[in-house]
């Protein structure tokens, strides 16, 4: 791995770190807090940019991660705020990333 994959990489796992911990009380904490709101987009859009600026190379030896759905999605958080879903951005910080960052463990190995 490059080290400026590796360093987009530790960017995208920081984040989901900190996603788990703005997640870990719950749905009903999430829902009545627009801070948490906020934050779990903003994290959500590192890991779309960071995900974005890997190399194709990297891309290429991990074909399991659905790059381009991570890049779009950082696209709707930032230019199409006004469709955003607050139950997919749920199941997407509680299901998708911990299962993204599960992948990405891999790449140390």
């Known amino acids: 791995m490059s ?9 995208v796992r920081e984040a989901a770190q900190q996603l788990a911990t703005l997640v870990a009380d719950g749905r009903e904490a999430f829902d009545t807090d627009w801070m948490r709101q906020r934050a779990t987009e903003r994290l959500l859009e590192i890991i779309g940019e ?5 190399s194709d190379e990297f891309k290429s030896d ?11 999605l950082r696209h709707l958080l930032a230019h199409h705020y ?5 139950d ?7 299901v998708s990333v911990p299962a993204l960052a599960r992948e990405l463990q891999s790449t140390d190995e």
């Open 82 to 86: 006004h469709r955003v879903d607050s």
């Open 3 to 11: 080290r400026a994959d590796d360093l987009r990489i530790a960017d």
């Open 88 to 94: 997919q951005i749920w199941t997407i910080a509680t």
């Open 50 to 54: 960071a995900s974005n600026a890997v």
């Open 62 to 72: 991990h074909p399991d991660v659905p790059w381009r759905h991570v890049v779009n």
